[in-house]
Nanobody
Framework: QVQLVESGGGLVQAGGSLRLSCAASGRTFSQYAMGWFRQAPGKEREFVAAISWTGGKTYYADSVKGRLTISSDNAKNTVYLQMNSLKPEDTAVYYC???????????????????WGQGTQVTVSS
């Protein structure tokens, strides 16, 4: 079992920045793929960004490319999402995901067979 705890959400004005963190615990593997999803009110959960288990590859949804950056610290089992130039349409609950197959970049990009955090609210005011 893996436990994921997100933090860093909050209220920010359009154009502002936030940095989300997700700390993972409960497994002994040293490196694994991690990702971020978000869900806005009345909408389905959607992929935002992911990082490969080696940390060498990153993946982004088209809507966030150039504004959001995912990174990881494997020594701390933590993944970050730096969010710049935020827009009101970025408002959502943001969830961290780790695939049950820890090295599966694909699973974490599609949100299949993953552990999930409890989510952190990001609200961007216009």
């Amino acid at each position: 079992q893996v436990q994921l705890v997100e933090s860093g959400g909050g209220l920010v004005q359009a154009g502002g920045s936030l940095r989300l963190s997700c700390a993972a615990s409960g497994r002994t593997f040293s490196q694994y793929a991690m990702g971020w999803f978000r869900q806005a009110p009345g909408k389905e959960r959607e992929f935002v960004a992911a990082i490969s288990w080696t940390g060498g590859k990153t993946y982004y949804a088209d809507s966030v490319k150039g504004r959001l950056t995912i990174s990881s610290d494997n020594a701390k089992n933590t993944v970050y999402l730096q969010m710049n130039s935020l827009k009101p349409e970025d408002t959502a609950v943001y969830y961290c995901a780790v695939p049950r197959n820890p090295t599966s970049d694909y699973d974490v990009q599609i949100g299949r067979n993953c552990y999930w955090g409890q989510g952190t609210q990001v609200t961007v005011s216009s």
